[in-house]
């Protein structure tokens, strides 16, 4: 697996850490787990943001989350994110995970997910920009490391993206991560690059973009449109990691996939166990395959195994029947 180099001077600098690159694996639950996130920074990807871990669980139930912040040293600047409703939980949370030593702490203000939402949390916290200050004032005030944040665009009723993005800054924030959809989009429709460009306009902190990144050329696309400082890339990840390396689908050999998938799923057994390292790895399995067009009965049939072996042997007799077959045919 190659590496992009880092470049000679940094892209940006978060406070005074500096992040080589342009690209970074979008934060998303169930997926940025360290598996998969150390595997994206050593294609290139510019910092690594641990999946969101609520201030509540780290405060009540520590041991429990101690997973969800496990990395290794290669994939500094190392980000945490942390999300919650209560500036108090928060604070607390944050001074918490700050023993692990990560590099920037990110409260996140953009999950759409009802069930983070309904607590006032996620993108819920747009609808207050007031606490927002308040976390920030605090946060940066008491902690040792910068302090960010990732936003969307508000609700449809409520877009208060330029006015957060402000607040942020003005309370000693370092960094804002924007995501140009609404709570209601989700993750549909188009994402608005004309409001990344406008929150990159209205703050001199960095500020990264994020929404319909989807081929490799998208990245300086959207750099070139909003003005932004980096790409932040998320669904177009998962089942090409190879993006962070400026390559497209069809720009990734079948060899590559298949050292890819052996690689990651070793991985995933040695963090998780075997059996449920086997189980977590089928939504990433079937991606990996998709890449090889092969039918979904084939690749169902695959994903399936619970025994890791019988999945490799399968696995193997599909890319030894694929490098009998002419380039040019593929």
Request: include cysteine; glycine fraction near 8%; aromatic fraction near 8%.
């Amino acid at each position: 697996m190659t590496s992009v180099p880092e470049t000679r001077s940094p892209a940006f600098h978060v406070g005074k850490i500096p992040v080589y690159g342009d690209a970074i694996l979008a934060p998303m639950d169930g997926f940025s787990d360290w598996p998969f996130r150390s595997l994206c920074r050593a294609l290139g990807s510019a910092m690594s943001y641990t999946e969101f871990v609520r201030a509540q669980h780290i405060v009540e139930a520590y041991k429990h989350m101690a997973a969800r912040l496990t990395y290794e040293q290669a994939e500094r600047p190392m980000v945490f994110q942390i999300y919650g409703d209560d500036v108090d939980e928060l604070l607390q949370a944050a001074l918490r995970v700050q023993d692990k030593t990560p590099d920037i702490i990110d409260i996140n203000m953009g999950c759409p997910a009802r069930k983070v939402v309904h607590n006032g949390a996620g993108v819920g916290l747009m609808r207050t920009p007031l606490k927002i200050a308040r976390i920030f004032h605090r946060l940066s005030a008491a902690l040792d490391v910068p302090v960010t944040g990732k936003i969307r665009l508000g609700w449809e009723t409520c877009r208060t993206y330029k006015l957060v993005a402000r607040i942020i800054e003005e309370n000693g924030g370092a960094l804002i991560a924007i995501h140009g959809r609404t709570k209601e989009q989700g993750y549909s429709g188009m994402a608005d690059w004309d409001a990344i460009a406008e929150v990159k306009a209205a703050v001199k902190i960095p500020v990264i973009g994020n929404g319909d990144v989807k081929v490799a050329a998208d990245i300086d696309r959207m750099k070139a449109y909003t003005g932004c400082d980096a790409v932040m890339i998320g669904r177009a990840a998962i089942g090409n990691p190879w993006i962070f390396s400026r390559l497209d689908r069809e720009q990734v050999s079948s060899e590559m996939v298949h050292n890819m998938v052996r690689q990651h799923l070793d991985r995933h057994m040695a963090f998780y166990g075997s059996r449920k390292g086997m189980i977590l790895f089928r939504k990433h399995a079937m991606q990996y395959l998709k890449l090889q067009q092969l039918p979904r009965a084939v690749r169902t049939h695959i994903i399936t195994r619970e025994d890791p072996q019988e999945f490799l042997a399968l696995l193997d007799g599909v890319f030894d029947q694929i490098s009998l077959i002419p380039a040019a045919a593929r």
